[in-house]
């Protein structure tokens, strides 16, 4: 073993959330050199708004799992890595695979109303289910929901977004979380077996892989709402899917 195999080896199993944290920030990083680029500035604004809300590691740590991090001030930089990657992931894996056009007309004074009064609503919707005994897992998947049947009430034509949300990111997350399962024995110790639902699908925890449909359902829904979002159907045509495939554009009002 070399030097650096001997440096690296004890560092990656000394801090399993980073890695997991940096392959989910590299799958954003192939992403967004592989998408359309009208997809680019939105899928980096989309990381951008989800930052902040790497502060609520404060609340499910260490009831719900209890990860070694790089540094500690309230955040750790692998919650903000995460929360970042995941978000700008989720929002692409929504609006690429829709047969829609999706256009925009943002207006920050709205937009940032709806930014602070979802993320309010939804941590109190969160901690009321908290103290009525749902869990930190149950917590977030309820605030999520609350957030989807809020947006959806005002905007029944964004329902495709949650459906290829819950596919899509649930897929990258749980092959993500899978592979550090596998490369680092001791990586399922992060979890409190006592906060955990239970079962394990493909190998990984049952609260983790409805985390992350409950997340790419959510989180793509809430940045169209932000947005203002409009999706417009494209037929198919005989001139190829590449006609088909959906885009995105700007309107500012």
Not at 126 to 139: F, H, R, S, T, Y
Not at 155 to 182: C, N, Q, S
């Amino acid at each position: 073993m070399d030097a650096g195999a001997s440096v690296m080896i004890p560092f990656i199993h000394a801090y399993p959330y980073l890695m997991l944290s940096l392959t989910m920030l590299l799958a954003f990083f192939v992403a967004l050199l592989f998408c359309p680029r009208e997809f680019r500035s939105l899928m980096v604004l989309s990381g951008t708004l989800a930052a902040p809300f790497a502060l609520t590691s404060v609340l499910v740590v260490p009831e719900y799992w209890n990860p070694s991090r790089l540094a500690v001030l309230l955040a750790g930089p692998e919650d903000i890595v995460f929360a970042f990657a995941s978000a700008g992931l989720a929002w692409l894996a929504s609006v690429w695979s829709l047969r829609h056009r999706v256009t925009f007309q943002p207006r920050p004074g709205r937009m940032w109303w709806r930014y602070v009064g979802g993320a309010i609503g939804g941590l109190a919707v969160g901690d009321l289910c908290w103290q009525l005994g749902g869990g930190p897992i149950m917590a977030t998947i309820t605030a999520f929901g609350a957030l989807i049947a809020v947006i959806l009430w005002r905007r029944r034509e964004f329902w495709p977004l949650v459906l290829a949300g819950v596919v899509g990111y649930a897929l990258v997350y749980v092959i993500a979380l899978k592979l550090w399962y596998v490369l680092v024995p001791g990586f399922g110790a992060q979890w409190n077996v006592h906060a955990l639902w239970g079962p394990m699908v493909l190998g990984v925890p049952l609260d983790e892989v409805v985390w992350a449909a409950a997340f790419g359902a959510a989180w793509p829904l809430f940045v169209a709402y932000l947005f203002d979002a409009r999706l417009h159907p494209v037929p198919q045509s005989n001139r190829g899917r590449a006609e088909a495939r959906p885009r995105c554009s700007e309107s500012v009002s």
